[in-house]
């Protein structure tokens, strides 16, 4: 069975602090892959979703960046944290085109 | 970006109550998925929907793709405190080339034992 793991849980960072959270999918090859950040009480905003290895799309301009390194493997990343990147962050992954999406368990972020 | 409009926003009932909630769009989608989150945790699939006008259940929870293909509702019946949670829709636009789901804003369900 496929399995999606995401982490850290939790993180407090510093502003000015870089970040890397961590993805990773089991059980399956080649799937799209996405990063959703989550506000306090609000919806899921998508930030990056990736069709392939080293394929990127971003969805808004940001103070993040995202990578796959590896074909199940989603990194988000940061140079340098704002305070208006805490939330909670989650992974996702499907194979076909119009498949729900599986999430992760979330990363929460607190940049102080 | 563009999120869906879901309604109510939040609701409080008694347990054993039925609920109602729905979510539109000003664009056609070709499916509509209902997730539900618990506190610190990710959305869990409660239940997709590929074809306009289709009705579909999943235990006591039974969703539906509007026939004019911009709307989806999610009807839970004799709610338990276990469905507290926040209810998400989400939904593939026709247009869309690409694997992108635009979400819903929640609802949020609190149930009073």
């Known amino acids: 069975s496929q399995t999606i793991h995401q982490w850290p849980a939790t993180l407090v960072q510093p502003v000015g602090s870089p970040l890397s959270l961590e993805c990773t999918v089991e059980?399956?090859?080649?799937?799209?892959l996405y990063w959703y950040r989550q506000a306090a009480g609000r919806g899921l905003q998508l930030l990056f979703y990736?069709?392939?290895?080293?394929?990127i799309s971003s969805e808004v301009p940001q103070n993040l960046s995202a990578s796959r390194p590896q074909d199940r493997q989603f990194i988000l990343s940061s140079k340098k944290l704002l305070l208006s990147d805490s939330g909670f962050y989650l992974c996702?992954?499907?194979?076909?085109?119009?498949?729900?999406?599986?999430f992760g368990s979330g990363t929460r972020l607190t940049v102080v | 970006g563009q999120q869906l409009n879901q309604s109510p926003q939040s609701m409080f009932i008694q347990e054993g109550e039925d609920v109602s909630m729905n979510c539109t769009s000003s664009s056609i989608f070709n499916t509509w998925l209902w997730y539900k989150q618990d506190p610190g945790e990710g959305p869990v699939l409660l239940i997709a929907?590929?074809?306009?006008?289709e009705l579909t259940s999943n235990g006591r929870l039974t969703a539906q793709f509007g026939i004019t293909r911009k709307d989806s509702f999610l009807n839970i019946s004799a709610s338990i405190p276990s469905d507290v949670g926040i209810y998400f829709c989400?939904?593939?636009?026709?247009?869309?080339?690409?694997?992108?789901?635009?979400f819903g804003t929640g609802t949020r369900l609190k149930v009073l034992a």
């Open positions: 989400a939904g593939a636009p026709s247009t869309s080339g690409t694997y992108k789901y635009i």
């Open positions: 990736s069709v392939g290895i080293g394929q």
């Open positions: 059980g399956t090859s080649n799937p799209n």
């Open positions: 929907l590929y074809k306009a006008g």
């Open positions: 996702a992954w499907n194979r076909e085109r119009l498949n729900g999406y599986t």
